[in-house]
């Protein structure tokens, strides 16, 4: 048995001796929430909140995370983009996109949190926490973001934290108390997809041994369906994203192709792939062949 | 009527000594209940705001929520 297929029997029969009936519904449960969709979507990058809006629904998505900006001192007759977003069907998750040290992206935070609160949304004590370190490459700064999480995880933040496909860090982060850890595909917007399968996989594995439970999500990267669907197939437990939906040609029809690659990645998750195989394996019987071509074999 | 100098977002701005948080926003016609404040990098909870006054220097962040990923 491969390394890459222990890794996924370690994650499913863990997931088994959680006593996981298949014919139960596969639910997503996430700090104090629980979601029947495993996609979480972004609110930014759209043309217009109508394509915004008409995505979040055709994902059938029920979480959408947003970012804390300054209010526009000059400007504040435009539209209002919680108009929207129906709070009624979707939890908000605040994000702290923008911040490049750990201050910043606490004070976004608790100001994100300080508007939930007032609006009554459910999502006002999660933060989907972002440290960047680099403007070209938006890559996280994991020194930063391990210290934003220590402090919000003190003050009471169910946290989950946009990281690297670094294992090392993954680890350190789940000790500090996040409540689940994002790592990217590849960086955010690139559209690259999955580039290090085989980090993630560590990941994955590590943070879900003796806690299969604990939520892992992919998070940035993505830029089609089958990038959704392979996340999904490694084991994660959700997926992230924005731009491949807001600035695909149609963002509807691929907020549709997503949550079916995500519905169908999930299932081929818990059916148990086949092993790979360098040769090929007859699915028809050898035996009976009408020509004599092709030999039985006899061992 | 005395003036004080303080700082919204950055830009300088002068209101009337004793201005509370809620009469900056009623300046700054800012009317959704989509923000949140934070006074010298505290955050001010919302029931503070018609109490807490502005003094000479301080700075005010008012910020709200936008789309992003």
Known sequence: ?299 | MTQVNIKVNDEEQRVPAGTTISGLLDLMQITSPAVAVELNLEVQPRHQFDSCQLSEGDSVEIVTLVGGG
């Open chain 1, 1 to 299: 048995m491969s390394e890459l297929n222990k890794a996924t029997s370690t994650v499913e029969s863990a997931e088994k001796s959680d006593g996981n009936d298949p014919d139960q519904e596969d639910l997503f449960r996430i700090g104090c929430h629980t979601f029947q969709s495993r996609l979480i979507m972004g609110t930014g990058r759209y043309l217009s909140f109508e394509a915004m809006q008409e995505s979040h629904f055709a994902g059938e998505t029920e979480c959408v995370t947003i970012a804390v900006r300054r209010e526009r001192l000059h400007d504040s007759s435009g539209r209002n983009i919680l108009d929207f977003i129906d709070a009624e069907r979707l939890v908000l998750l605040p994000n702290t996109a923008g911040s490049y040290d750990a201050e910043t992206a606490v004070r976004c935070a608790r100001m994100g949190r300080e508007i939930l609160r007032h609006l009554e949304n459910p999502g006002a004590d999660w933060v989907k926490l972002e440290v960047l370190g680099d403007s070209r490459t938006l890559l996280p700064d994991p020194i930063e973001l391990l210290k934003a999480t220590e402090i919000l995880v003190a003050d009471g933040f169910d946290v989950l934290c946009y990281t690297s496909d670094d294992p090392v860090i993954a680890r350190r982060l789940k000790d500090a108390g996040a409540t689940s850890v994002m790592p990217a595909a590849s960086p955010i917007g690139s559209g690259l997809g999955i580039l290090n399968q085989n980090n993630l996989r560590m990941i994955i594995d590590d943070l879900k041994r003796d806690d299969p439970d604990f939520p892992v999500i992919v998070d940035a990267g993505i830029g089609t369906a089958s990038d959704a669907a392979q996340a999904m197939e490694l084991g994660f437990d959700a997926v992230l994203l924005n731009s491949a939906v807001a600035l695909a040609e149609q963002p509807v029809s691929m907020a549709a192709a997503m949550r079916h690659a995500i519905v169908g990645g999930r299932l081929a998750f818990h059916s148990g792939r086949i092993p790979k195989s360098r040769y090929g394996s007859a699915s028809s019987p050898d035996v009976g062949v009408i020509s004599h071509r092709i030999q039985p074999k006899t061992d």
